[in-house]
């Protein structure tokens, strides 16, 4: 089947639902089609109702000439706010020549007999005047320059329509939306960038512990088990006395121990894959299975030491291989990068495993700018939409990262992290406004946050990712 195809690989901009992103005073806007299709995204972003939704990519069949349309941008219920109603087609053209509104209108006529299209929009950035003789060729399609779209959906964004938006800015309560139906809305969205662009994701010590591996405190603890004077009973006053810091605390402990690094780490093996325990969980397999699915999927970053991830995708036919100091690339295999270092099940041919564990470790890779950790993150937040699973983001270098990719980075992108709806707080008002300011906070370093049930298990959270599964279905 032949395919007429118009939509544009224009970049997406880093945040959801900020209206500073719509700034109508940036004369880049009107340059090119690149540059106006991403503001016009944006710009649906903030303005599409509860339900409403946009397609970059939409293959539209024409019966009548046996082939395929795909508009640059499709709404299939509409936008409101901008009073389109029903299946709506904006098609963005850099020059509006004479024969455009023929060829577009003949389209148009075609997918209203088929009953596909109700509205079509043209947005254009130059015109001839002869090309403008006939406004609204057939019932339903606009004509409008650039700069008149964006005044007018700039005054559309100050009035708060579109049910998400104005949800976002406060009004949550007024029109009666529940967190649980925003974050679908936004989890819509973070979907749509996963089967559209490549993605990475990061794993943190959540994926780990969900197949029972001990947190960092309790590895910790059990580190403390061989000391002679100071032990495993002693690690909540150890613990205190070192601020609450994990490094600190781990810091202490490799001196307290005085054992090298190598002994350290045969102590992690053991606590890390105890022989009596099957470790696998509902999370792991269901990241597995995107991973397995999903071509767009580039790598995973995993802040963790344990190759369960490797172990899972091995047990089922994906070739990967792990990446940490020095090791090599295995072309046509699936690459999980350990940044903070690697334990083995075993090592019986002596590979380096060089973890980060101990406060001086971490200040070593946080010093070395061009340390292969932090390139490898830097290239992944620069050029992907990454998504944060299991991490709690209190690792001052991820954050450092993430606002270096802010201000650094010439193609924005979107990113998205699961967190557990969960406050230290009491009282719906001080709860709500608890979320917004943790929302408020991720979103500066360009992150959306995606919440789920907080529970000791985290169940929600693989059935949320279930839900990426469905993509290309």
């Known amino acids: 089947m032949c395919i007429i195809k118009t939509s544009m690989g224009y970049n997406r901009k880093n945040v959801l639902f900020d ?8 004369e880049q806007i009107t340059q090119n089609e690149i540059s106006l299709g991403r503001w016009i995204v944006d710009a649906l972003t903030l303005l599409l109702s509860l339900g409403e939704s946009y397609d970059l990519a939409k293959e539209i069949p024409i019966k009548q000439l046996g082939y395929s349309f795909i ?11 901008l009073d389109f109603q029903g299946s709506t ?5 850099n020059n509006l020549l004479f024969d455009t509104e023929i060829r577009q209108s003949e389209i148009y006529r075609l997918l209203v007999d088929d009953g596909v299209i109700k509205n079509l929009l043209i947005v254009y950035i130059n015109s001839t005047q002869h090309s403008l003789q006939n406004n609204n060729i057939l019932g339903r399609i606009r004509l409008i320059d650039a700069s008149s779209f964006i005044i007018q959906a700039k ?3 100050n009035e708060g329509r579109g049910g998400v938006n104005a949800a976002l800015r406060g009004e949550k309560q007024k029109q009666n939306i529940s967190w649980e139906c925003i974050r679908d809305e936004r989890l819509k969205i973070a979907i749509n960038d996963f089967s559209r662009y490549d993605s990475v994701i990061f794993a943190g010590a959540g994926v780990s512990a969900s197949a029972k591996i001990p947190d960092w405190q309790t590895l910790l603890k059990n580190l403390l088990a061989g000391g002679t004077i100071i032990t495993s009973d002693d690690f909540d006053s150890v613990f205190k006395s070192m601020d609450s ?3 600190l605390a781990a810091r202490y402990i490799e001196k307290s121990l005085n054992a090298d690094k190598k002994t350290i780490v045969d102590k992690i093996r053991q606590l890390l894959y105890p022989s009596d325990v099957t ?3 509902y999370l792991i397999t269901t990241i597995c299975e995107l991973i397995i699915k999903q071509k767009n999927l580039r790598c995973v970053i995993t802040y963790n030491y344990d190759t369960l991830i490797e172990d899972c995708l091995k047990a089922k036919g994906k070739p990967c291989f792990s990446v940490y100091k020095n090791s090599r690339d295995e072309s046509n295999s699936f690459p999980v990068y350990h940044v903070h270092g690697i334990v083995f099940r075993e090592n ?30 830097l290239h992944a937040l620069t050029r992907c939409t990454c998504f944060f699973i299991g991490l709690s983001l209190n690792d001052p270098n991820l954050r450092r990262l993430l606002e270096i990719a802010q201000r650094g980075s010439s193609k924005s992108v979107r990113h998205y992290v699961f967190l557990e709806r969960k406050s230290e707080y009491d009282g719906l008002e001080k709860v709500e406004k608890d979320f917004q300011t943790r929302e408020d906070m991720f979103a500066d370093l360009g992150l959306n946050v995606i919440w789920y049930k907080g529970d000791d298990n985290h169940k929600e959270l693989p059935i949320l990712l279930k839900r990426f599964l469905t993509v290309n279905e």
Request: proline share 3%; hydrophobic share 35%; with cysteine.
């Open 245 to 247: 810091s994990n490094l």
């Open 279 to 281: 470790l696998e969980s």
């Open 89 to 93: 087609i904006i098609e963005i053209r």
């Open 71 to 81: 508009p640059t941008i499709y709404l299939p219920k509409g936008c409101d706010a």
């Open 348 to 377: 019986e041919s002596g590979l380096s495993e060089d973890i980060v564990l101990t406060e001086d470790d971490y200040h070593r890779v946080y010093s070395e700018v061009f340390d292969w950790s932090n390139v490898e993150q």
């Open 19 to 26: 209206l500073s992103i719509v700034d109508v005073d940036n």
């Open 155 to 157: 005054e559309a964004i």
